[in-house]
């Protein structure tokens, strides 16, 4: 007995519902029938409030609406890894006037910060030349959860690692595409020694092919700030931000920052597995690729004192030979 000779009603309602978004797409793959199914949009509505709450915000899914179709287009852009090489020749694309972030912070998939935020992208002298940057919290404002985290300095530090996980979803609502720029878990976890607070970096790298840059790597880039409240051992958030970043880990204009936010949006999408691994390996050789680059830089550099430092002996040694005879 099929499952086609269930009553469609049966299907949608006791099946169907219980699948994670990448098992409702394998599922609607499988038969004509399963996929006219598989393609309700409130069954997708509800995949995405439920992988991230923030999408349910007004401005989110008004967004989400204007896409092909619907929650099941968003989550085909959101879900798969973003592509690890994109090509900046195939990205113009009428300028945007606004790109919406929708993200979710939880820790051991308890929420821990939520929000939306629509940010001004309007070309103009001053976006496109300054460095592109989001903060989602104001100088000094402090985010604080109800979830308490136990265990000396070292066991808190392990255990955000491990267990806090972050979707940063960028929405461009002109051209209806989205992308997650966001590392499943941290690719990096330090305290500040001076605010001893907890510095987490979640980070998305790529490559990139253009007639200015010839398989450079750049960095989506998010630094979230939380710490531990004396006394009652409650996690706050008291920062979190996002850049582009060169590989010298200089921010990119915000000219530059949606051409690579434009080619992320527009390149293929990978399915990985593994948890998230692979993104922590390419973070690392991502900063190994900085490190190498700083150090030929500091070499010629080096080498250009020599250079200049011998010229002036020289120069000083053949002006005392002419004084002198």
């Known amino acids: 007995m099929g499952i086609t000779s269930l009553h469609e009603h049966i299907i949608q309602t006791h099946i169907l519902t219980r699948l994670d978004g990448r098992s409702l797409a394998a ?3 499988a038969s004509s029938h399963l996929q006219s199914l598989c393609s309700g949009e409130e069954l997708w509505s509800n995949v995405c409030s439920s992988s991230w709450p923030s999408t349910e915000h007004p401005l989110v899914s008004q967004a989400i609406l204007n896409f092909k179709s619907g929650h099941r287009s968003f989550f085909s852009d959101v879900f798969p890894s973003p592509s690890e090489r994109l090509c900046t020749a195939s990205t113009l694309l009428p300028p945007t006037a606004n790109i919406i972030s929708s993200v979710d912070l939880r820790y051991r998939d308890q929420m821990v910060f939520s929000k939306v935020e629509s940010t001004n992208t309007t070309p103009s002298d001053w976006f496109l030349s300054c460095p592109f940057r989001i903060d989602l919290l104001e100088h000094k404002e402090l985010v604080q959860s109800e979830l308490e985290i136990s265990g000396d300095d070292q066991v808190i530090q ?15 609502p002109t051209q209806n595409r989205a992308i997650n720029l966001s590392s499943t878990k941290p690719v990096s976890v330090h305290r500040n020694w001076l605010t001893d607070e907890i510095e987490l970096t979640f980070s998305v790298v790529t490559s990139i092919n253009s007639h200015v840059h010839d398989n450079e790597h750049v960095n989506c880039n998010i630094e979230v700030t939380c710490g531990v409240k004396e006394g009652t051992l409650e ?3 008291s920062g979190m931000s996002l850049t582009i970043q060169d590989i010298n880990g200089k921010c990119l204009s915000g000219k530059d920052s949606m051409v690579i936010l ?14 998230g691994g692979w993104q922590k390996e390419m973070y690392d050789e991502y900063i190994q690729r900085r490190k190498e680059r700083k150090e030929k830089m500091e070499m010629r550099e080096r080498r250009l004192d020599l250079v200049r430092v011998s010229c002036a002996v020289a120069f000083l040694m053949a002006f005392w030979s002419l004084a002198l005879f």
């Not at 392990?158 to 461009?172: Q, V």
């Not at 434009?262 to 948890?275: C, K, Q």
Request: aromatic share 8%; net charge positive.
């Open 158 to 172: 392990s255990n955000l690692e491990k267990h806090m996980t972050l979707s940063w979803i960028m929405i461009d």
């Open 235 to 237: 996690l706050y958030v």
């Open 27 to 29: 599922a609607g793959c």
């Open 262 to 275: 434009h080619g992320l949006m527009v390149a293929e999408r990978r399915w990985r597995n593994g948890g």
